[in-house]
């Protein structure tokens, strides 16, 4: 069965920082992403990465201040998050769309249940 459960979330002030994780099982994977909702909008990607060539892709209004790292050994994937905004306020999820082509198009496989991450100004 495949999942991934995503954990660190909480509330931070502007400026400050977060490092969420996810734990994958269930499936070998190559490719590991992560997006984000916040209330009332759309789905926005956060980044896409290739395990294999290291190649990370991150999304315009997070580069630079997101960095996606990976612990092989335990199946899980790091999104360290500095510089924090009130407009990164969201419901993070990890996921996995197979290919590095379907995560930069948003069609994700599979997601958890996503951790809450809450910036005040």
């Known amino acids: 069965e495949v999942q991934l459960v995503e954990s660190g979330g909480g509330s931070v002030q502007t400026g400050g920082s977060l490092r969420l994780s996810c734990e994958v099982s269930?499936?070998?994977?190559?490719?590991i992403g992560w997006f984000r909702q916040a209330p009332g909008k759309a789905r926005e990607r956060v980044s896409c990465t290739t395990i294999s060539d290291d190649t990370t892709y991150y999304g315009a209004s997070v580069q630079g201040r997101f960095t996606v790292s990976t612990d092989n050994a335990k199946n899980t994937v790091y999104l360290q998050m500095n510089s924090l905004k009130p407009e990164d306020t969201a419901l993070y999820f990890c996921?996995?769309?197979?290919?590095?082509?379907?995560?930069?198009?948003?069609?994700?496989?599979?997601w958890g249940r996503g951790t809450r991450v809450t910036v005040s100004s």
């Open positions: 269930g499936f070998t994977f190559d490719n």
């Open positions: 996921t996995t769309a197979g290919t590095l082509r379907n995560c930069l198009s948003g069609d994700y496989l599979y």
